[in-house]
């Protein structure tokens, strides 16, 4: 007998992020959800982008890693409350472990939450975790060809990050290919050119943030 | 290596199924995967083989469906398969790099073939 099933397979991370989406909601909470490989500067740009927006919103962040509590304890230090989920070799965070996350945040007395993904670029594409935004960053020292590596990461995101431009006269980064294989992908992600470290560029970028926050809070 | 929870998402739907069904054995497992998601058949089919032994679906095939990637451009309207690289119109006159998916990003148990348990067939012919 043939049983019918016409069933996502990731149904049930898809049912848990729709409860965390609408959870953020009731508490006025957008959530951005960032993506890139290890050490492209994920942490860094979370700590500039809180620079600039610390005075307007209230923030909070959700660190995912295999394991340590590094940065975590890096946010904290700058005043920021910080969530720190270790999944213990899993390769992505997946809806409830930001569910249990939000659990240990104030939600109601919150703007932002940012979710440091993963640093992965492949298996974080799948699992929807309820978030407003996602947004994938790029350092020039990883290289212009990453679009045509890793383009399921690229065509969803919702803005581009090419950090460490600071950095670019050191290294061989096609500019003018990267932003092509990127609008092959996706017409309608901005792409903000920034530094993380020198601050280049970062106003840019927390403004589109802080217009997402914006428009969020209108729409709910 | 997140083809082995996907393949552990499978596995608990169809487990469930089965149950419910009141199967005695799974024959067949039906996906579709999406030629533009991040999903690799041959690493589903690797997970399958080292999840299924020990649980009723053992021995079960895994019959994996890919599916090509197709969009609409959103300026002109046209309908185009592409590849996971280039979703930009193809239209010489419009080349637009505005286009919403229409297939390709599926991650679906499609369905399930089990043997039920034999009936008596005087109490069947009701």
């Known amino acids: ?220 | 290596m997140h083809e082995m929870g996907i393949t552990q998402e499978v596995l608990t739907s169809v487990l469930e199924a089965s149950q419910r069904a009141g199967a005695t054995r799974i024959n067949r497992v039906r996906l579709t995967v999406g030629g533009l998601t991040d999903v690799v058949p041959d690493s589903l089919q690797f997970a399958w083989e080292c999840l299924t032994p020990g649980t009723p679906a053992e021995g079960a095939v895994l019959e994996i469906r890919e599916t090509a990637g197709r969009s609409v451009c959103l300026e002109c309207g046209t309908e185009f398969d592409h590849d996971k690289f280039d979703r930009r119109c193809p239209v010489p006159e419009c080349g637009s790099f505005m286009s919403s998916v229409i297939q390709g990003n599926e991650l679906r148990v499609d369905d399930v073939d089990v043997d039920l348990p034999e009936t008596d067939a005087s109490t069947d012919a009701t």
């Not at chain 1, 991370?13 to 959800?33: I, M, P, Q, W």
């Not at chain 1, 020039?140 to 990453?146: H, L, N, Q, R």
Request: charge should be negative; glycine fraction near 8%.
């Open chain 1, 1 to 220: 007998m043939e049983i019918d099933l016409s069933r996502p397979i990731l149904a049930r991370n898809e049912a848990l992020a729709d409860k965390n989406r609408a959870r953020l909601a009731t508490s006025g909470v957008f959530a951005l959800d960032v993506l890139a490989s290890p050490g492209a500067g994920k942490t860094t740009t979370i700590l500039a982008t809180i620079g600039l927006l610390r005075e307007k919103l209230r923030i909070a962040v959700i660190e995912g890693d295999i394991a340590s509590k590094v940065d975590a304890e890096k946010v904290k230090a700058h005043g920021i409350p910080a969530v720190q989920i270790n999944t213990g070799g899993a390769c992505h965070l997946e809806a409830d472990m930001i569910s249990r996350a939000l659990d240990a945040l104030p939600l109601d007395d919150l703007d932002l939450v940012i979710v440091e993904n993963v640093g992965n670029l492949v298996c974080p594409t799948e699992f929807d975790l309820g978030q407003g935004a996602r947004i994938v960053i790029l350092s020039v020292p990883e290289g212009d060809d990453k679009p045509l590596k890793y383009p399921g990461i690229f065509a969803q995101a919702d803005a581009v990050l090419l950090n460490k431009v600071d950095a670019a006269s050191f290294f061989d980064f096609d500019e003018t290919a990267f932003v092509d294989s990127v609008r092959r992908l996706n017409g309608a992600a901005p792409i903000f050119r920034m530094s993380a470290k020198t601050g280049e560029g970062v106003g840019e970028w927390a403004a589109w943030l802080e217009a997402r926050v914006a428009e969020s809070h209108v729409a709910h």
